[in-house]
């Protein structure tokens, strides 16, 4: 069984540049969320996605746009990146949008110069 | 707004001590909360739900209570071993905000051979 798998799990952008980060969930969850993880610090939730809809938002600039798939799979988008976004991006799954247990996946690590 | 603390930051102990890990919150209004497990440069690892309606969930040497009254969650490892070091994070979601996780910023533990 198959958990939650991320793509890519490294990559190097310049500033200005745009990125597209993929996530597939666990089998059988139908609700996507991303976190960013700063270096040191805990998870900040970006958003979350239900039935092909952002259902929730936390605080983040529309620079942060996403889009979920009829497969329940996820793409984050980040826009006109800065040095501050430089982190770990994490996405969860969850069966339904009302949290219960949520499994994470190994994240992807971006890094902007 | 909720706000979720860990203290200590970090701690050390010697194989076979008993961990308690620490996670206050400021919001009483808990839909559930959950402990995280995180190895260096890795996704997190769900170790124990709690349900706002329970007061502690165990699986195996862990050990987790909830008090809503008094804002707190305590995870107990029982008998330490050099693999349980890591980053342990809670994390907690609200009634009125059920989507999304509030994390803390982690306890990182090292368990002494």
């Known amino acids: 069984d198959a958990g939650v798998t991320q793509s890519p799990t490294h990559l190097i952008k310049t500033r200005g540049q745009q990125v597209t980060l993929r996530c597939s969930p666990k089998?059988?969850?139908?609700?996507v969320s991303w976190y960013q993880q700063a270096l040191g610090q805990g998870p900040q939730f970006i958003f979350q996605y239900y039935e092909e809809e952002e259902r929730q938002r936390g605080n983040f600039p529309d620079r942060f746009s996403g889009h979920q798939f009829p497969n329940y799979s996820s793409e984050l988008n980040v826009n006109a990146l800065l040095l501050g976004d430089s982190a770990l991006y994490l996405c969860?799954?969850?069966?339904?949008?009302?949290?219960?247990?949520?499994?994470f996946g190994e994240g992807s690590r971006l890094t902007v110069l | 707004k909720q706000e979720v603390t860990q203290i200590p930051a970090a701690l050390s102990v010697p194989e076979g001590e008993n961990l308690v890990l620490n996670c206050s919150f400021t919001?009483?209004?808990?839909?559930?909360l959950q402990w995280f497990r995180q190895d260096p440069g890795k996704g997190l690892t769900s170790l124990l739900l709690i349900q706002s309606s329970q007061r502690e969930q165990t699986s195996g040497r862990l050990n987790a209570s909830l008090d809503k009254s008094s804002g707190r969650s305590t995870l107990y490892i029982a008998a330490s071993q050099p693999g349980d070091s890591a980053t342990y994070l809670c994390?907690?979601?609200?009634?009125?905000?059920?989507?999304?996780?509030?994390f803390g910023a982690g306890t990182q533990v090292v368990v002494t051979p």
């Open positions: 994390a907690a979601s609200t009634t009125d905000s059920w989507g999304k996780l509030q």
């Open positions: 919001d009483s209004a808990i839909y559930n």
């Open positions: 969860a799954s969850s069966l339904g949008p009302r949290t219960g247990e949520l499994f």
């Open positions: 089998s059988g969850h139908d609700t």
